[in-house]
């Protein structure tokens, strides 16, 4: 038997009522039972509230409070957490029933600190370089349904930045890259995670504003000057080839 939960899995929403369920019952549905579960809600009007305390028997804790974006929501979630591993799923997506059992196995077998499971969007996306965010942009290694991570490291390099409205993830795994120190495992193709939606608050925000706050990012990171604009030009001409293709 386990002495203190494993898993912190945390959901934060603001008026999802459409898709809130759906996402709680796959975590609820788990097959590996070791976990604690925390939403955070940001002051839902629209009925979200009241489908979520329709589960409040088996949620561990539910946190009613108005925030300045997600990210403070996550950093709340997580300080209101004492799972030894966590991950944050976003009301719009959703685990298989083995998700847990995949990490689990995943942290106990490698010794690690941090995991990527498969994910699917369209397609099933697997095997995370995190080496690749050096050098593109809009290449998240993981989707955060799909990624666990121990609190010794958010002790260690810090919650997520609320000063970004948009990408405060990017940076959270930017810090977390350049610390060689962590050791992390990638799934196979099989070890599928979870589903997310394509409709989530970073869908919404333009190609120039994405890059703009990745470029932010990079330079608060202390990404080279030179590289940093050197991968705005190859990904603003990428962008346009694309355009001049779709057209043709």
């Given at each position: 038997m386990y002495k203190k939960k494993i898993f912190s899995i945390i959901t934060v929403v603001l008026n999802n009522k459409n898709k809130i369920e759906r996402c709680i019952k796959s975590v609820l549905s788990q097959n590996f039972k070791n976990f604690e579960y925390i939403i955070v809600d940001g002051g839902s009007t629209d009925g979200t509230q009241k489908i979520i305390e329709n589960y409040r028997k088996k949620i561990t804790k539910i946190i009613v409070k108005k925030d300045k974006n997600m990210w403070e929501a996550m950093n709340t979630g997580i300080k209101n957490?004492?799972?030894?591993?966590?991950?944050?799923?976003?009301?719009?997506?959703?685990?298989?029933?083995n998700a847990l059992n995949i990490a689990k196995n995943q942290f106990q077998k490698n010794n690690i600190d941090y995991f990527f499971g498969a994910v699917k969007?369209?397609?099933?996306?697997?095997?995370f370089n995190p080496e690749f965010i050096k050098y593109k942009f809009n290449c998240y290694?993981?989707?955060?349904?799909?990624?666990?991570?121990?609190?010794?490291?958010?002790?260690?390099?810090?919650?997520?930045?609320?000063?970004?409205?948009?990408c405060a993830d990017y940076d959270f795994f930017f810090k977390l890259?350049?610390?060689?120190?962590f050791k992390y495992a990638k799934a196979k193709k099989s070890q599928l995670i979870g589903y997310f939606d394509t409709s989530g608050s970073s869908s919404r925000i333009g190609f120039f504003k994405t890059l703009y706050l990745e470029s932010k990012i990079r330079l608060k990171n202390k990404q080279?000057?030179?590289?940093?604009?050197?991968?705005?030009?190859?990904?603003?001409?990428?962008?346009?080839?694309?355009?001049?293709?779709?057209?043709?």
């Open positions: 957490s004492k799972g030894e591993i966590i991950c944050i799923l976003n009301s719009d997506d959703y685990f298989t029933k969007k369209r397609k099933i996306f697997y095997h290694p993981s989707h955060s349904v799909s990624f666990f991570v121990k609190r010794s490291v958010h002790k260690e390099i810090g919650l997520y930045d609320t000063k970004f409205n948009y890259f350049k610390n060689k120190k080279n000057l030179i590289l940093v604009l050197s991968i705005i030009i190859l990904r603003f001409f990428n962008k346009l080839r694309n355009k001049i293709f779709y057209f043709i």
